[in-house]
T-cell receptor, first 114, second 111 residues
């Protein structure tokens, strides 16, 4: 069964450093998303991406964040200058259509900022 | 008032029990309701997806929506230790494809 994959599974970085989180969505999916989950808290939407551009973003997704689809398979989230409060699980999701119940989530990348 | 409320638990039950997991919400525009299962340090996995009010059954799982009370439930029959996970409710309004999640309820099914 096709699945969303994410690398790395765990990333440790120092405050102020740039990180890139990588995702490979399901191959025939057209819509891509990033969510985050701070330990013990809700899953929160960050950004959605369609047709090579951002279609929606939340208040969390400020100028420190960017997304890119550098080739036909990868979808990346970059955090330019990490803060302690960026420590969280980051989930990539993808969907074939634009439905809330159609999104398939990856296993996540645990980001730890020290 | 928070948009989606869910008791974090943990809820501990013996194997074979019927489990009831619930969420309340405040936004009457929500029409699409989802339940996700999340194992420790894994991504959410969609279990059930319902539209508007009523029941939907899939194997041992039944999702129930009561829009008049702004209350949704997930029932698990004949619970198994492998059902031990965190269950997240999520919902969205028409025209929005971004779900609003609850905090999740931790379920432990002990043999």
């Amino acid at each position: 069964e096709p699945e969303v994959t994410q690398t790395p599974s765990h990333q440790v970085t120092q405050m102020g450093q740039e990180v890139i989180l990588r995702c490979v969505p399901i191959s025939n999916h057209l819509y891509f998303y990033w969510y985050r989950q701070i330990l013990g808290q809700k899953v929160e939407f960050l950004v959605s991406f369609y047709n090579n551009e951002i279609s929606e973003k939340s208040e969390i997704f400020d100028d420190q964040f960017s997304v890119e689809r550098p080739d036909g398979s990868n979808f990346t989230l970059k955090i330019r200058s990490t803060k302690l409060e960026d420590s969280a699980m980051y989930f990539c999701a993808s969907s074939e259509g634009q439905g809330a119940g159609e999104q398939y989530f990856g296993p996540g990348t645990r980001l730890t900022v020290t | 008032q928070k948009e989606v409320e869910q008791d974090p638990g943990p809820l501990s039950v013996p194997e074979g029990a019927i489990v009831s997991l619930n969420c309340t919400y405040s936004n009457s525009a929500f029409q699409y309701f989802m339940w996700y299962r999340q194992y420790s340090r894994k991504g959410p996995e969609l279990l059930m997806y319902t539209y508007s009010s009523g029941n939907k059954e899939d194997g041992r799982f039944t999702a129930q929506v009561d829009k008049s009370s702004k209350y949704i439930s997930l029932f698990i029959r004949d619970s198994q230790p492998s059902d031990s996970a965190t269950y997240l409710c999520a919902m969205s309004a028409p025209g929005s494809y971004i779900p609003t999640f609850g905090r999740g309820t931790s379920l432990i099914v002990h043999p």
